[in-house]
């Protein structure tokens, strides 16, 4: 048994927390260390592994990627979908597949973290690191966010409990943690008796307007009557913010109809102080997608390549396509949409050529034509993803597999249409 | 055979809002298909008041059911302080996904975290499986 002195990435969820230290024995990874509960359960691997098959029958890789390739070839729209799960690397390839075959290219942050996202990349969104966090912030509010479960170590080794370069005394004195959520979550608890705003479903908009209003001077209402104390208490809190940041979670993606009320109060608490949002990305490499789909197209998600032109919109969602059985076939990689999409949408995945690659067994692979096993990233192979808050990190293989990276299927599959 | 059977199980309109948990999060990574993600999946937190209405225990199971979809999960009390009556809460997952309505209003997002279900009681029936979902 030997301790590994390296540190390691985890690729459990976007934090990509570079501080894991792994004991080998034999090559196989015997213990991780530092990792939270559930990086810890998605490095040691999944108890069902995927299994290289073709309509159900165990194959070698060679004659399940050439069926791959067949099915790509025959397709007039496939779909190629999912990457939030995926490195940097199989995510170009699989854009440049989608070009090759004319198809539809979508990823998680289309139902997710998108719409904010897209207004960082498109620059109207003020952001920052969580390095930053972690060294300046004073006022961090957790809106329709919940760290604890969603991403463990984020309040522990960014946002709120770390010893920053210009917070060194922490969280007790220097830091004030918010949050402003429709129920008394985990996080909620953590942030103190006084630290939750609880809104009720849908109110986010109203509530955004309410506290431009306060921080205007103006009496902030609400048409569900949220305690107008309360508010002119939190907007005087975060007027006094030197580094402000909010961590945008799906809780208020959901709320919003448009992001008009958000730029509202960004543009408010930038005009009084200084705020940053950061947009709680779940999948570890769903921005890097994102940022390499933007690169080829201007678009970071929800796109269809037709020849050269390039169409963009909510009707080339994964959501819509399915829906309207836009798609004649589907790549599903780094995703389990049948586990994450409503049931009536993906039922239309069993209709259609289904191709599935993924180190583990999924609920869409039980439906699929062919599965394809690739190597756990950050395990058994590296690469490079990039963290919610738009940082490029450097993904170190671990221990040896006779996987293939998806990277390298992505390849094989390219080359062989 | 009691009168009982013959009177219809009490019924709740319920606004189901969704949230995540690590614990349920990591025993998906674990096993997908193992016994402690259908556990901590199969499940819906309630307020007191709708225990009451719907005639049922804790640890009861309940039919959630609406135009998309049906499944029998465990029911449980939120535990929360502020009353929700109405409004109840379960962990993101394909048991609360076979339930998510998939018009989108033309956006592309379906009300992951905003939908309504019907719910009765399934006292006895058995908790549906993550493979009779798909």
Request: charged residues 25%; hydrophobic residues 35%; contains cysteine.
């Amino acid at each position: 048994m030997k301790l590994d002195n390296n540190y390691y990435v985890c690729t459990g969820c976007a934090l990509l927390c570079d501080d894991i230290a792994v004991e080998l024995e034999g090559g196989k990874l015997t213990k991780v260390h530092t990792a939270c509960r559930k990086g810890f359960a998605f490095m040691k691997g999944c108890s069902s592994p995927m299994e290289c098959t073709v309509d159900g029958k165990k194959t070698d890789l060679g004659s399940a990627i050439s069926e791959a390739a067949g099915i790509l070839r025959n397709a007039e729209r496939p779909l190629i979908f999912g990457h939030a799960n995926s490195s940097s690397g199989a995510q170009k390839k699989a854009i440049g597949i989608a070009r090759k075959t004319n198809g539809y290219i979508d990823d998680t942050s289309s139902f997710c973290q998108g719409p904010m996202v897209e207004a960082i990349m498109e620059g109207r969104l003020k952001t920052c690191t969580l390095d930053d966090v972690r060294h300046k912030a004073d006022v961090i509010i957790y809106w329709g966010a919940d760290p604890a479960n969603s991403h463990p170590r984020h309040m522990s080794r960014y946002s709120y409990f770390p010893r920053g370069k210009e917070r060194q005394k922490g969280w007790e004195e220097d830091r004030t943690a918010i949050t402003i959520d429709v129920r008394k979550s985990d996080t909620a608890e953590i942030c103190g008796e006084n630290g939750l705003y609880q809104i009720p479903v849908k109110g986010d908009a109203e509530f955004m307007d309410a506290l431009v209003s306060a921080l205007s001077g103006k009496i902030p209402k609400t048409s569900y009557d949220f305690d107008k104390k309360r508010v002119l208490e939190l907007a005087s809190i975060l007027k006094k913010a030197k580094f402000g940041v909010i961590f945008a979670g799906l809780g208020m993606v959901y709320a919003l109809d448009d992001r008009e009320p958000l730029y509202r109060l960004m543009d408010k608490l930038n005009s009084v102080s200084s705020f940053h949002l950061i947009p709680m990305a779940g999948h570890y490499n769903m921005r890097g997608f994102n940022e390499n789909l933007f690169e080829e197209t201007g678009y970071i998600n929800r796109v269809k390549f037709n020849g050269t032109e390039v169409l963009h919109g909510p009707e080339y969602s994964v959501i819509e396509a399915l829906r309207q059985k836009a798609v004649d076939a589907a790549l599903v990689i780094g995703a389990d949409p049948s586990s994450s999409l409503p049931r009536s949408v993906v039922r239309y995945l069993e209709e259609i050529p289904l191709i599935v690659i993924d180190p583990c067994q999924t609920l869409t692979s039980l439906k699929a034509n062919v599965t394809i096993p690739c190597g756990l990233v950050g395990v058994e192979t590296g690469g490079s993803a990039i963290r919610m808050d738009g940082v490029e990190v450097e993904l170190k293989q671990i221990t040896d597999t006779d996987r293939l990276s998806d990277e390298e299927i992505m390849t094989r599959i390219s080359e062989a249409l | 055979m009691g009168f009982g059977q013959f009177l219809s199980a009490p019924e709740a309109k319920l606004r189901i809002v969704t949230y995540r948990d690590i614990f349920q999060d990591s025993a998906k990574v674990s096993s997908l298909f193992g016994e402690d993600y259908e556990k901590l999946s199969a499940v819906i937190r309630l307020d007191p008041k709708d225990i009451s209405k719907l005639a049922i225990k804790e640890g009861d199971t309940l039919l959630l059911k609406n135009a998309l979809g049906k499944v029998v999960v465990k029911a449980l009390s939120s535990g929360y302080e502020k009353p929700h009556s109405g409004t109840a809460y379960m962990v993101n997952s394909p048991w609360s996904n076979a339930l998510v309505p998939e018009d989108t209003g033309g956006t592309g997002v379906p009300e992951f975290k905003d939908f309504e279900v019907l719910a009765s009681s399934a006292k006895g029936a058995k908790i549906t499986g993550i493979r009779e979902i798909i």
